[in-house]
């Protein structure tokens, strides 16, 4: 069964600094894409950004970069310069060929002034 | 910018009620899904949706629920007969490609409280 661990429930940051969102995966496919999405308050899941797994370059979305690491399964999120307004769940999630994401269990964010 | 819009935002339902939670998706996107999210869980795949047929299901996805997409815009979801684990946030997302390279972007939720 795919699967999609979140091992740390909570982060915070100070604004301006930079943190790490981990997240590891266990698939035997081959290719499969990778997702953040945001959650914030609302509760509206908002992308954040995503990487194909064939792809080695990691993705960049303005302050978000990944770093993929195939071999191992891990797909962090770095968030540089933190925003108040990037407190949020954030949610790791998996896809292969066919139609359902698979997510993680959530990482809360805390962006302290 | 195109967004997925849910309706209602807040449900509440007594328990054995019907209740129908309604999506319209990005108008240019043909696959349609539904995600629930019970409180302080991680987010469930339901179903997904394409040219008028249920294309995948989850194991949660029994005979009480229902998809239908009624007309050009709608995308609905159905509950038969509400129970009290059946209290959650509902998703619908909706991609304009399927398969592996699809992004699914998602509406803002319905918040269902079964009493």
């Known amino acids: 069964a795919q699967t999609v661990t979140q091992s740390q429930p909570e982060m915070s940051v100070q604004e301006a600094e930079t943190v790490t969102l981990s997240c590891t995966y266990d698939?035997?496919?081959?290719?499969?894409?990778l997702f953040w999405y945001k959650q914030p308050p609302s509760r509206q899941m908002i992308l954040v950004i995503r990487?194909?797994?064939?792809?080695?370059q990691n993705a960049t979305e303005n302050r978000f970069s990944v770093n993929f690491q195939k071999a191992a399964k891990s797909f962090s999120l770095k968030i540089s310069d933190s925003q108040l307004g990037d407190a949020a769940m954030y949610f790791c999630?998996?896809?292969?060929?066919?139609?359902?994401?698979?997510f993680g269990e959530g990482t809360q964010l805390t962006v302290n002034p | 910018e195109p967004e997925v819009t849910q309706t209602p935002s807040h449900q509440v339902t007594q328990m054995g009620q019907e209740v129908i939670l309604r999506c319209v998706p990005i108008?240019?996107?043909?696959?349609f899904y539904w995600y629930r999210q019970i409180l302080g869980q991680k987010v469930e795949f339901l179903v997904s949706?394409?040219?008028?047929?249920?294309?995948?299901k989850s194991e949660i996805f029994d005979d009480q629920f229902s998809v239908e997409r009624p007309d050009g815009s709608n995308f609905t979801l159905k509950i038969r007969s509400t129970k009290l684990e059946d209290s959650a946030m509902y998703f619908c997302?909706?991609?304009?490609?399927?398969?592996?390279?699809?992004?699914?972007?998602f509406g803002p939720g319905t918040r269902l409280l079964v009493l």
């Open positions: 108008s240019n996107h043909l696959y």
């Open positions: 949706f394409y040219n008028n047929e249920i294309s995948e």
């Open positions: 990487q194909e797994a064939y792809k080695q």
């Open positions: 698939t035997s496919e081959s290719d499969y894409y």
């Open positions: 997302a909706s991609s304009n490609s399927g398969g592996l390279q699809e992004t699914q972007y």
């Open positions: 999630a998996w896809k292969t060929s066919g139609s359902r994401l698979t």
